[in-house]
Structure formats: C-alpha cells, structure tokens
C-alpha cells in the first residue's frame, strides 16, 4: 500500500456486522484539494473586490472592460473548481455515495468554460496593446467605441459554445471516451490562443525594449506582462494534462488544478503591488492601485500620441 493512502472504514450496515467496507483515502491528494480550496476562497474575495472597483467605482476605458471581463472569469473559475474537486472527492475517498454524477459533470463544464475563457481575455488584452503601440493614430482616433464589449461577448459566446458541445457529448449523450471530447478545447487553447498571447506578448516586450519613448513603459504594460507570465507557468499545465491524459500518461490532475487556482488567485495582487510601486507605501487599498493601473492609460496614450504627431518646423510657418 502506498505510504500516503490510507484506510478508510466506514460503520458496518445491519447485515454486515463482521464486514467492513472501506474506502481509500489519498493524503497527497486530498492535501492538495485542501490547500487548493483555500486559494480559492483567497482568490474569490481578490476577485470580488477587483470586480466591484472595476464595476463600479473607476471610469470605463478599452482595457477595464477586458480587465472586468477577466475577473470575472476567474472568480467563476474560482467558484466552480471547488464544487467540482468536493463532488468528486466526496465519492472517491469519503464513500459518500452521489446519487448521479450529472452536478459533478456540470461543475467540470464550468470550471472548463471560465478557464478557458481567462485565456481568451488575456490574448485579447496582449492584442489590443499591441495594436495601441503600432497603430496608434488608428486606436486612438478610429478604432470604434464599444468594441472592447463586443469581443468580450463573441469571447464569451466562443466559450459557452464549445461547453455546451462538451457537455452534451459527455454527459447527455453518454460516450465511452468522454475525455476526448475535450480535445477540440484544449487544442483551441493551447494550439491556437496561448500562441497569439505569447507572440504579441513578446512583441510588445521587444517593441518597449527598443524604443526610447517607452524607456520606461506604463503600469498596464508590467500588469499584461505579468499576468501572462504567471499565466503560463500556473494555467498552461491544465491543458498539457488533459493532452497527456488523452495518450494514456498516468499523471494526477490535482497539482494541475492548484496551479490553476494560484493563476485565478495572483491578478488581483499583481494590480495591488504594480499599482502601489513607487507611492512610498504599500497602505494603499486595491482601488487606489487600480486607479494609478487603468486611469493613467488615456494620459500615457495621449503623450506619445502627441509625440508622433508633433509638427515640424515648417509646418509650424505654416500656421
């Protein structure tokens, strides 16, 4: 027997005085799941505030409404990974038998479409700034009005879509290889999207390492880089485990889900430290952070706007 699972006994039924049925408890296992749900209780509260500032208490801008987006797609990670792990704990270790698995199913769905969803809000974020630094004549002065909201909803959609598809192969109309189902997802995701990220990530990083005007770039432009960063050491490995989980490789889901959990959990300490540097304290709340993050972006945008489009000499004789 392994030396981190042990024996689990529960009561003898009437009939089965000298019969004992046990179930196997996994302490690692059930370890990691523990700490996971703190995090997530952490993250919710992180999250829930972040959308509430977001919300409600900081003026709308193109990148709020992706930020307001991605919060809320964490916490609804957040909210649903729990449900999934105690469901599926509850049966697997504590003997609590569940009169069918179809909650357990849903939760898996859900913590599936707000995960995914995280990554399609950050590719989406990494690209609006990169066409805000190579275009921007065109970002600030054509791009439409509503059209951070758009992608965000046809984001959003994109995501439910593939769920709903999920869900009804795999748990409506039940299948044998219900794993496989979730391929065309996390092929989307780490074939296609995570990709798009890492590359306009990285070329904005070039781009501000090789430009004198942005010798020393905005707040926003160390909070995408970061919360890429932390994305891809955190998030990524979910999707690598379903990959492997589909050509038979025996690896536990459970550290992957952590990971994940600590990916939902950091943003909201990204903006507080970012947003807090260089005030000479870290006293601040959240929402002071998230101002000195989102309410300095038009400001930053307007100057180097002013910098490309700063009149010579002759056409100031002009004038």
């Known amino acids: 027997q392994h030396p981190t699972v042990m024996k689990y006994r529960t009561s003898p039924g009437p009939d089965e005085e000298n019969d004992w049925a046990g179930c196997l408890i996994d302490v690692t296992v059930v370890t990691i799941d523990s700490i996971t749900l ?22 709308r801008n193109v990148f709020t409404v992706y930020i307001l987006n991605l919060a809320a797609a964490d916490f609804g990670f957040l909210l ?8 599926s704990n509850a049966e697997k270790h504590f003997c609590v038998a569940l009169e069918g698995k179809n909650l357990m199913n849903t939760f898996l769905v859900l913590s599936l479409l707000t ?9 989406a974020i990494s690209m609006e700034r990169c066409v805000s630094v190579f275009f ?13 909201a758009i992608i965000c909803a046809l984001l959003w959609a994109l995501s439910f879509l593939l769920s709903g598809i999920v869900y009804s192969l795999c748990f409506v109309d039940i299948t044998e290889n219900c794993l ?35 010798r020393h770039p905005g707040k926003l432009y160390i909070v995408i880089l970061l919360t890429v960063f932390f994305f891809l050491i955190f998030a990524v490995p979910l999707s690598v485990q379903y990959f492997l989980d589909l050509i038979e490789h025996s690896l536990t ?23 807090s540097y260089r ?32 009149p010579t000499d002759g056409e100031e004789g002009k004038r």
């Not at 995960?115 to 590719?123: A, G, I, K, V």
């Not at 391929?183 to 430009?211: D, E, H, Q, T, W």
């Not at 994940?260 to 959990?265: D, H, K």
């Open 38 to 59: 703190l995090l997530c209780l952490f993250g919710l509260v992180g999250n829930g505030i972040v959308l509430w500032f977001l919300g409600f208490c900081i003026k």
């Open 80 to 87: 649903f990974l729990p449900g999934f792990l105690l469901t």
């Open 115 to 123: 995960y995914s969803t995280s990554l399609y809000f950050l590719t």
């Open 136 to 148: 921007p004549i065109w970002h600030r002065r054509s791009r439409p009005t509503h059209l951070s």
């Open 180 to 214: 496989e189902k979730f391929l065309p997802v996390y092929g989307l995701n780490c074939l296609i999207f995570a990709p798009i990220m890492v590359g306009s990530s990285l070329v904005l990083f070039i781009k501000l390492r090789r430009s004198l005007q942005f």
């Open 253 to 275: 889901n459970e550290f992957s889900y952590l990971l994940a959990s600590i990916n939902s959990c950091i943003n909201p300490v990204i903006y507080f430290i970012v947003g």
């Open 279 to 310: 005030q000479h304290r870290l006293r601040g709340c959240l929402l002071v952070a998230l101002r000195a993050i989102f309410e300095t972006i038009h400001n930053e945008d307007a100057y180097k706007y002013s910098h490309i489009h700063r």
